[in-house]
């Protein structure tokens, strides 16, 4: 009898009698992921520890329990990870080691690539609206339109300080979805707005850049858009110190730590967190379903506005702008501008469009930046 109570008591403390058809659901969903990430490369940094940290919370929930539901005041593991994700400590982080590994160089050395990055902010604003006529309140539609910026750490800011914490985990793994899917979705919308001849356009060499330029970017990027919308401080203020790391020359150490080391070690916390923020109660409602296609209507919006200024740019520059790099505006550094020189390779080998495409598409780090401070702007948070 002891014996039989024991395996009793052993088979009740499996998860297979608390999982409902939800968790099923998720578990097959982060094995989704899992294969695209690992078999098909689709931004694996990305995806493997949000589809673990999904995989998890579904097969023990209290991974992310809350210190307040518990009789001893500790919480789970995960839920240590994703308070620092509220307290926008690791979307902050994030930015500063993007910004010490990217060259600003290219946007530097052709300045007007600003506005293609500004223009696929169009997608943002356009699924603002969008989301406030499917139902959504104002600060939850502003939360949900970000994902059109295909920047996964400004939508888990901005969802937070908008105090829409109950749609992170659906926010978030769209967010990162998008980004790492940038390969599948771009290429057709790019091929649709653009013609052979536009898309064989071949661009001049772009004009070597100073070390004093480059050291000055950061500091009158930070100035500026700090001054005019101070919320942005968080993030704009750390990808700049993050790139002036880099350029200033003299504090080697601190690049490579915020660069490679710290970088990975908040990716590992934020990619878990998110995922453990993907329960099948928090994640299978009617409301995901509907931020899910908002992100990709923002997602398309924005890498066709960011097109269409590029023809524009075709025009009126005598057809010397490639206006594939205007789908580089939306900020998947670098993965867009990576997508904007397949696709003219495609139709020319010997096109190298990659360092222009890299202008705009850091330009759109910086103007989703400006889209998120906006919105705080617009809602009165500091």
């Not at 023990?60 to 994703?82: E, K, Q």
């Not at 750390?238 to 504090?251: A, D, H, R, S, T």
Request: net charge neutral; aromatic share 10%; glycine share 10%.
């Amino acid at each position: 009898m002891n014996v039989a109570q024991t395996f009793s008591n052993l088979l009740q403390q499996t998860a297979f009698f608390s999982m409902t058809w939800g968790n099923v659901v998720m578990i097959i969903v982060a094995f989704i992921y899992l294969y695209l990430a690992i078999a098909k490369g689709f931004e694996p940094l990305l995806l493997v520890p949000i589809a673990f940290g999904m995989l998890l919370v579904n097969i023990y929930p209290d991974i992310m329990v809350d210190p307040a539901d518990t009789m001893n005041g500790t919480g789970g593991l995960l839920w240590y990870f994703f308070h620092m994700d509220e307290l926008t400590i690791l979307p902050s982080l994030i930015f500063m080691g993007v910004g010490a590994q990217t060259d600003f160089s290219p946007l530097i050395a052709n300045p007007i690539t600003f506005l293609l990055g500004a223009a696929a902010q169009f997608g943002i604003y356009s699924a603002y609206f969008l989301a406030i006529f499917m139902g959504f309140n104002g600060a939850a539609a502003a939360a949900i339109s970000i994902i059109g910026g295909a920047d996964g750490p400004t939508s888990i800011f901005l969802c937070n300080k908008l105090g829409q914490t109950a749609l992170l985990g659906p926010i978030a793994v769209a967010a990162y979805s998008y980004m790492s899917l940038v390969p599948i979705i771009q290429p057709p919308i790019m091929r649709a707005m653009t013609t052979p001849e536009e898309r064989t356009v071949h661009m001049d060499h772009l004009r070597p850049v100073s070390k004093l330029e480059k050291i000055l970017f950061p500091i009158i990027v930070t100035v500026v858009v700090c001054v005019l919308l101070p919320t942005t401080a968080p993030l704009v203020g750390m990808l700049m110190l993050g790139n002036l790391f880099k350029e200033c020359g003299v504090v080697k150490q601190l690049t490579e730590t915020a660069s490679n080391a710290l970088m990975y070690i908040v990716v590992i916390l934020l990619g878990t967190s998110v995922g453990g923020a993907t329960s099948a109660q928090a994640f299978l409602k009617i409301d995901t379903l509907k931020i899910v296609v908002l992100g990709l209507v923002a997602f398309a919006f924005g890498t066709w506005a960011g097109v269409i200024l590029g023809k524009v740019m075709y025009k009126l520059s005598g057809h010397k702008i490639n206006p594939l790099i205007g789908s580089a505006g939306v900020s998947a550094v670098p993965m867009a501008a990576r997508v904007s020189q397949k696709v003219a390779s495609e139709y020319d080998p010997t096109n190298f469009v990659l360092m222009h495409a890299m202008g705009p598409n850091v330009a759109g780090v910086i103007g989703t930046a400006v889209a998120a401070g906006t919105f705080m702007a617009v809602y009165g948070v500091k």
